[in-house]
């Protein structure tokens, strides 16, 4: 079975200029994340859909940065303009059900973003 | 609130040793609790959870937790170490079960020394 895929796995890019990350979660899973990891702050929770529903996006740094899902079956998410210190690793995960079940998540292999 | 704490941001072990990574949370509520692992250059993948049920929990790859009410503690152990098991090991918590609860370690990075 297909696990979460992310693309791209890498884009170097420079300030000011646009970042689209994209994501297509597991089929049959409601729930998808979006977490950054870096060296300074660990993993964070950026922002959280249910049913393709924004939940949770108070984890997103700033207005720079934005998600969306229209389907069950993609997601986006945007950094316009980007900036140096966005520069880091950029998960995309995804869950079946609620309750528990949700604390299973199911990573992609990651977006790394280098932002010079 | 929750929180974790993970004792050591790197463990260095010889192969065939006992691994011993630290996890401490801290919950309002009876905590959900779980183990990430993490390779290099690739996602996060679940190694066990901790639901309430037994306090000891087996995971894949031969690793274990037990979860310690009383010291408010979820260590990670396996009994003896092997070169494939060199990654970054992450606990969480979860004080309502759902994703949107969880909130993950620092990390602990496993050093298998030959």
Redesign the interface.
């Known amino acids: 079975d297909a696990g ?1 895929i992310q693309s791209p796995r890498h884009e170097v890019t420079e300030m000011g200029q646009e970042v689209t990350l994209r994501c297509k979660p597991i089929s049959g899973h409601n ?1 998808l ?1 979006w977490y950054r990891q870096t060296m300074m702050r ?2 964070e ?1 950026l922002i ?1 859909f249910n049913n393709n529903v924004p ?2 996006d108070s984890g997103m740094p700033e207005d720079r940065f934005s998600a969306k899902m229209p389907n069950a079956s993609f997601s986006t998410l945007k950094i316009q303009p980007s900036e140096p210190r966005d520069s880091a690793v950029y ?1 995309c ?1 995804s ?1 079946l059900g ?3 079940a ?9 977006s790394r973003l280098t932002v010079l | 609130a929750q929180s974790v704490t993970q004792l050591g941001s790197h463990v260095s072990v010889s192969e065939g040793a006992l691994v011993l990574l630290r996890c401490n949370y801290s919950s309002s509520v009876p905590p ?1 609790l ?1 183990w ?1 692992v993490q390779y290099p ?6 190694l066990l ?1 901790y ?1 309430s049920a037994a306090t000891l929990v087996k995971g894949i790859n031969g690793f274990e937790a037990e979860f310690k009410k009383s010291e408010t503690s979820f260590h990670l152990t396996k009994p003896s170490a092997h070169m494939s098991d060199a990654a970054e090991y ?1 606990c ?1 918590v ?1 004080s309502g ?4 609860g ?1 909130t ?4 602990t990075h496993l050093i298998i020394q030959p």
């Open positions: 979460v729930s994340f660990g993993l929770l959280y939940i949770d998960f995960a869950s609620s309750g528990i949700q604390g299973e998540l199911f990573f992609g292999e990651g | 959900y779980f990430y250059n690739q996602g996060l993948q679940l959870k639901t992450f969480a979860s079960g759902g994703a949107d969880l993950f370690g620092k990390g």
